[in-house]
């Protein structure tokens, strides 16, 4: 088990099957390269907070938002993740408040690899995905 102090969320303990490497970091953090990715309580909602720094996001795992969010891979972001089967990428969606309404990213997915334990945000090029679209849940109409 590992202890993340956090301020915003407390002591968080995690089980090491739930820590990733992101050899890249992430857009804004490429020095935090080791993150731990929690469910948020009773919710859809996941913390990816990273081990050693005050740093953390709220995702959505895409499918759960975005039945027809599809993209290919590069062969070098493929050989980062450590894997060869599409089915093992997780694809989740950063979660932003914009005037106390939540907003998701389509542009810039986390993708999270449980198999091999490494993870990255991989930027798409695809002019219908925007970078900021107001999170609404299919299935309620909006959250």
Same mark, same amino acid.
């Given at each position: ?37 929690? +469910? &948020?309580?009773?919710?859809? /909602? ?11 996001? $709220? %995702? =959505? ?29 997780? +694809? &989740?969606?950063?979660?932003? /408040? ?11 997915? $986390? %993708? =999270? ?31």
């Amino acid at each position: 088990m590992i202890t993340i102090k956090s301020s915003r969320y407390g002591d968080l303990t995690v089980r090491q099957e739930q820590v990733y490497e992101f050899p890249q970091g992430i857009v804004g953090f490429s020095n935090v390269t080791e993150y731990a990715l929690m +469910p &948020f309580e009773d919710t859809d /909602f996941f913390v990816l907070h990273a081990s050693r720094e005050d740093v953390s996001f $709220i %995702l =959505i795992a895409a499918a759960k938002v975005k039945e027809d969010y599809a993209f290919e891979l590069d062969e070098e972001t493929v050989r980062m993740l450590e894997t060869n089967a599409a089915v093992d990428v997780l +694809p &989740f969606l950063i979660v932003n /408040f914009v005037d106390d309404v939540p907003h998701i990213n389509l542009r810039a997915p $986390i %993708l =999270i690899v449980p198999v091999s334990q490494k993870g990255c945000q991989y930027v798409i090029h695809h002019p219908s995905y925007p970078i900021r679209e107001a999170l609404l849940f299919e299935e309620q109409g909006s959250c």
